[in-house]
C-alpha cells in the first residue's frame, strides 16, 4: 500500500498563499495519480484537486477552481497543492489520498484506499 505524508499547512490570513506537499513512498506506489481531500468537523471529506500524470489532466472542485493548483516534481515522488487567495471557508484538514488501481470517479473518496494523517489550513478572517 502507498504510503503518504502531507505537510505545509498552518494559519493564514485571508487572502494569502500556502503550499501543501505530499510525499509518497513504500513498495507500491500510486500509479501516477493522486487526490486531495480536505475535512471539517461534522462533515465528510470534500473533494479539491486530482492529478492523473501521466495524461496531464488535473480537475478541481469549483469552490477551489482558479485558485488552487496541483501539480507534481518530474518522478512523481510529491504532489503539490498550491493554494492562493485563501479564504476562511478553506479552512480545513487537508488529505492526499491515492486511489485504487481501477478507479472510476476521481471525486469520491471511496475510490481511495491510501491516505495520509492530514495536515491542517487555518484560514482567518
Known amino acids: 500500500q502507498v504510503q503518504l505524508s502531507e505537510s505545509g499547512g498552518g494559519l493564514v490570513q485571508a487572502g494569502g498563499s500556502l503550499r501543501l506537499s505530499c510525499v509518497q513512498s513504500g513498495p507500491i506506489f500510486s500509479g501516477n495519480v493522486m487526490g486531495w481531500f480536505r475535512q471539517t468537523p461534522g462533515k465528510e471529506r470534500e473533494f479539491v484537486a486530482f492529478?492523473?500524470?501521466?495524461?496531464?489532466?488535473?480537475y478541481y472542485s469549483e469552490s477551489v477552481k482558479g485558485r488552487f493548483t496541483i501539480s507534481s516534481d518530474s518522478a512523481f515522488n510529491t504532489v503539490y497543492l498550491q493554494m492562493n487567495s485563501l479564504r476562511p471557508e478553506d479552512t480545513a484538514v487537508y488529505y492526499c489520498?491515492?486511489?485504487?488501481?481501477?478507479?472510476?470517479?476521481?471525486?469520491?473518496?471511496?475510490?481511495?484506499?491510501?491516505w495520509g494523517q492530514g495536515t491542517q489550513v487555518t484560514v482567518s478572517s
Open positions: 489520498a491515492a486511489p485504487r488501481k481501477y478507479w472510476s470517479d476521481y471525486r469520491l473518496s471511496r475510490e481511495y484506499t491510501s
Open positions: 492529478i492523473n500524470y501521466n495524461t496531464g489532466d488535473t
